[in-house]
């Protein structure tokens, strides 16, 4: 695996592969790798001839600083990871490489509505820093194929709404949630949980297969109350528990109204924040 830390050394490897005809697949996050990164990687490893992965705990998507400051960093097991997997190379820059004081990487995008519920809501400036990084990331890989999960919906749908403003070449590529056993799905900050803690993070997956069964029966608005307060009688914090139309991000009023529901959820237990979602309905 070759290891870049610096953007023109990276972007040369990368336009000799371009021009010998190599497909180039790019698969972006903050490191801390899990099994949910690997699946990305797989992905890619299957669909290109190169796989470019990014570690780069993003400053800008940061709306508090502690949060921030306890971002899990592991970058010996994740190199060990990524050799283990297969990945051909990787892109560790630090602050100054992916924001040059010289350039002006602010973006002006409008997401319409999108960046306006759940994670918009409670994340002030969340997705202009998502927005912004994935952006001068693409610009820097000029990837042919971008590797996302569904695990973070909003954050793909807002990915895929920028890629089309932008009329960007590059075909996103979501991949399906990776859960541990439990069904708790992997993420980079369940490591921050403590034993107790952690064995009450189930109860997320379980209020969203819950609701899933529930949509034959009940209206969007019940389910998600009965979810709230199924996880807070568990002893865990939702801050929402939100039915919405899958491509919009819109409420869904009535399930026969649309043919893509998804329940989208962020819980606090103790001061780990976890997000996790479930497609309800999808014809
Ligand atoms: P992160 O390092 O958390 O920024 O995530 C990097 C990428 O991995 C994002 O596209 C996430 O959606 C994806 N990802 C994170 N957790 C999972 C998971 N459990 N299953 C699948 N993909 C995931």
Redesign the pocket.
């Known amino acids: 695996m070759l290891l870049f830390k610096q953007v023109l050394p990276f972007q040369k490897h990368i336009s000799k592969l371009k021009k010998e005809g190599k497909k180039i697949g790019f698969?972006?996050?903050?490191?801390?790798?899990?099994?949910?990164?690997v699946?990305?990687i797989r992905q890619s490893l299957k669909d290109t001839d190169c796989t470019v992965s990014s570690i780069f705990v993003n400053p800008t998507q940061f709306n508090d600083p502690s949060d921030l400051q306890k971002y899990p960093r592991t970058p010996e097991k994740d190199l060990a990871e990524l050799l283990n997997t297969g990945n051909q190379v990787l892109f560790m820059p630090d602050v100054t490489e992916v924001y040059p004081p010289s350039k002006k990487l602010k973006l002006d995008l409008d997401f319409g509505y999108l960046d306006q519920p759940m994670e918009g809501a409670h994340r002030p400036g969340h997705f202009a820093g998502v927005a912004q990084v994935v952006k001068r990331l693409i610009e820097i890989v000029k990837p042919h194929y971008l590797?996302?999960?569904?695990?973070?919906f909003q954050?793909?749908t807002i990915i895929q709404h920028m890629l089309n403003e932008l009329k960007s070449p590059v075909k996103l590529i979501v991949?399906?949630?990776?859960?541990e056993s439990d069904g708790l799905?992997?993420?980079?900050r369940n490591v921050l949980l403590t034993p107790q803690q952690r064995s009450l993070a189930p109860a997320i997956h379980q209020a969203l297969q819950d609701a899933k069964m529930k949509i034959h029966a009940q209206f969007p608005r019940q389910i998600e109350a009965e979810a709230l307060s199924q996880l807070s009688a568990q002893g865990l914090q939702p801050e929402y528990f939100s039915i919405v139309e899958g491509r919009t991000l819109r409420p869904v009023e009535l399930f026969e109204e649309t043919d893509f529901a998804v329940a989208c959820t962020a819980v606090k237990i103790g001061n780990v924040r976890l997000i996790d979602n479930m497609i309800l309905k999808e014809e």
């Open positions: 698969v972006p996050t903050m490191g801390a790798l899990h099994q949910g990164h699946s990305l590797y996302m999960g569904q695990k973070d954050q793909f991949c399906p949630i990776i859960r799905a992997m993420s980079s």
